[in-house]
């Protein structure tokens, strides 16, 4: 790990996990751009198919509501696709919110802005203050209030 290389591959060093393609490594470092904690490959047990099965999502946000964001990496591939629309559904069968992002998610200059945007909207859309247990409102109903501190982007600037 060199601390001023002039690429975050080189300055993160061990420190990042084994991302199993560069799509889940741009993911990765976008949620690290914009301080939003994430657990990669967090172990997760869900009913399906008729059996309690343990699931390894690509990241799971414990800051938005344990939201599990997951690169769907191959669209162009039928069977893969029926994959991904299987975990789709079984997420929603769950309760489990889930955000899908694509190779096309990852392109353009602004792509980290418009996932990050995604995934706040996500957690807005899933996992709102409501449906929280032990939830009591106060009057203030905007989901404002929810968001975590850690959306906040740092100023650093990274090459994905």
Not at 88 to 109: C, H, K, M, S, W
Request: hydrophobic share 35%; charged share 25%; with cysteine.
């Amino acid at each position: 790990m060199e601390v001023n290389a002039a690429r975050l591959e080189d300055r993160l060093g061990p420190n990042e996990p084994p991302y199993r393609s560069r799509g889940e490594a741009q993911v990765g470092r976008m949620l690290d751009l914009y301080g939003i904690p994430f657990f990669y490959e967090n172990p997760l047990i869900l009913h399906d198919r008729g059996r309690y099965r343990i699931w390894h999502p690509d990241f799971t946000l414990p800051s938005y509501g344990n939201l599990v964001v997951e690169y769907a990496g191959m669209p162009d591939r039928p069977d893969y696709m029926a994959g991904i629309r299987h975990k789709e559904a079984a997420y929603l069968r769950n309760d489990i919110p889930a955000l899908f992002v694509y190779p096309q998610d990852l392109t353009g200059a602004v792509w980290p802005q418009t996932v990050t945007a995604r995934v706040v909207e996500a957690y807005h859309r899933f996992v709102t203050p409501v449906s929280r247990p032990g939830y009591r409102s106060s009057g203030n109903t905007s989901h404002a209030s929810c968001v975590p501190r850690s959306y906040r982007p740092c100023a650093r600037r990274y090459r994905f």
